[in-house]
């Protein structure tokens, strides 16, 4: 990573966590070629998307490469089964 990478890969992590949809969940950062790239597993396609929105409105980001997983999984929705 070269010296002009550092202070814009904390700028990224930085605007990952002050966001509160992304709050208890790893998002991996990776600069390859000019683009960041995003990596990690949320549990909604919504966190997903914010968190590349994220990161693409941090200056002298040019190109988001969006690689998180969704796994349902992760969340618990707390919805109840209702028989119709």
Not at 45 to 60: C, L, M, N, P, T
Request: hydrophobic share 40%; no cysteine; proline share 4%.
């Amino acid at each position: 990573m070269s010296d002009a990478a550092g202070p814009l890969t904390e700028r990224i992590d930085s605007a990952i966590h002050r966001s509160p949809y992304l709050v208890g969940h790893t998002v991996r950062i990776e600069m390859r070629a000019g683009r960041v790239v995003l990596s990690g597993v949320v549990p909604s396609f919504y966190q997903k998307q914010i968190a590349q929105e994220v990161v693409r409105s941090v200056e002298g980001v040019e190109r988001v490469d969006n690689q998180l997983q969704v796994d349902w999984s992760e969340t618990s929705l707390g919805w109840a089964e209702t028989v119709v």
